[in-house]
């Protein structure tokens, strides 16, 4: 597995970036989320990567930070959405702005990327947030062990949110909490994220 690629950024194309590396440049597929934030051409880059094997090709996946590498890997454990489907994703909403969708059921933002009609993105939501429920009962977490928060309220949707990130619902509810109730969801997630990193 290429856990990262760093490199001279030799080439960039919608979507595609080519990294170079002790002399092999490497075709890394991406969001135009992460196209935009590279830097200039022959300046230095970094990516981190996931290696998609099918049929007819091995195609390398490149995100500037591990929170779009989550979001793209639960998009694709979707049933029949894609690389290329979870790339017109994550080019249209931010993997916070996901996470966000995803655990407040807001198909419609979703849908708004190219190529995911509603259907796709509800069955999206749906099913991640199955997955989420399974994981949090496979890590015997346990709703005593924490402050009680609202699913509906800010602080709910915040810790929702990051643990379609992939962080878990324990460590998301202990970061999550602790932050002034009046914060808006967004604000929460973006300081969930920051006090998480420095864990």
């Not at 878990?168 to 997630?189: F, G, H, Y």
Request: charged share 20%; hydrophobic share 50%.
């Amino acid at each position: 597995m290429i856990y990262s690629v760093r490199g001279r950024l030799a080439a960039v194309e919608p979507n595609l970036a080519v990294v170079e590396c002790a002399g092999v440049g490497y075709a890394v597929r991406t969001s135009s989320v992460t196209v935009s934030r590279l830097p200039a051409i022959g300046e230095e880059a970094m990516l981190y990567t996931y290696l998609h094997i099918s049929e007819n090709a091995a195609e390398l996946f490149g995100f500037r930070d591990q929170n779009e590498l989550s979001c793209f890997k639960m998009l694709i454990s979707v049933t029949r959405v894609g690389p290329k489907a979870a790339l017109s994703v994550l080019s249209s909403v931010t993997p916070e702005r996901f996470a966000l969708c995803v655990a407040s059921g807001d198909a419609k933002t979703i849908s708004k990327a190219p190529g995911i009609g509603l259907k796709t993105a509800q069955r999206i939501i749906l099913e991640l947030k199955d997955k989420m429920s399974k994981e949090a009962a496979a890590s015997g977490f346990s709703d005593a062990a924490l402050p009680v928060v609202e699913d509906s309220s800010n602080a709910g949707e915040a810790i929702a949110a990051l643990v379609v990130l992939g962080y878990a619902q324990s460590e998301a509810a202990a970061v999550i909490t602790r932050l002034d109730p009046a914060m808006s969801v967004e604000d929460m997630i973006k300081a969930g994220l920051r006090a998480l990193a420095i864990q």
